[in-house]
């Protein structure tokens, strides 16, 4: 066994994360205009001070606390696509499985989703924020598509920037739905 120091890089990571965790609690819970620093820091442990070393706003903990959730996402299928067969008929089952957990259908995580989209339509700053953050996960769709036709040794027959546009467009589509009618 290795033992790893806890130097200050390390530190501020297990901090950074700490305060990730926390956020996703009280988001979750309050919804972003419920939700203050103040209780992100506090169910955290840290002070608000920790908060503002770490992040520059709400808006911007925010989107970090979503992009830590689309990273988590994407660590689970991209496991799921490495482990096992290619083949369509093996693995269609498993990544059913995986979507419909609840760490892709969170109701609460859709929700209040929506709730910063709809403030981002009316605050340039938070929607300059949230693109960028979509950008990034188009980037990992169209990342993971790329791999899979690599790794059946097939080329796709549209461009996988259309395909991740489609497959993203369709992911969020489904995910409002259901938020609409919880048995679809």
Do not use: C
Request: proline share 4%.
């Amino acid at each position: 066994m290795t033992f790893e120091p806890l130097t200050p890089e390390r530190r501020r990571a297990m901090t950074r994360q700490h305060l990730l965790d926390a956020a996703a609690i009280v988001f979750a819970r309050n919804g972003f205009h419920g939700s203050t620093l103040d209780e992100v820091a506090a169910t955290a442990g840290f002070s608000k001070g920790a908060v503002y070393s770490n992040f520059k706003s709400k808006d911007d903990l925010f989107v970090a606390v979503l992009d830590d959730r689309i990273e988590r996402q994407f660590a689970v299928v991209s496991e799921v696509l490495d482990t096992g067969s290619h083949d369509a008929a093996e693995q269609f089952p498993r990544i059913r499985e995986i979507f419909r957990s609840d760490m892709f259908w969170s109701d609460d995580f859709l929700t209040l989703w929506l709730e910063f989209v709809l403030y981002a339509r009316r605050n340039p700053e938070a929607q300059r924020k949230l693109a960028a953050s979509a950008q990034r996960s188009h980037a990992r769709v169209q990342q993971l598509i790329e791999h899979e036709y690599a790794m059946v040794g097939v080329s796709p027959s549209y461009p996988t920037s259309d395909l991740a546009e489609i497959s993203l467009a369709l992911f969020n589509g489904l995910g409002i739905d259901r938020l609409v009618n919880p048995s679809a």
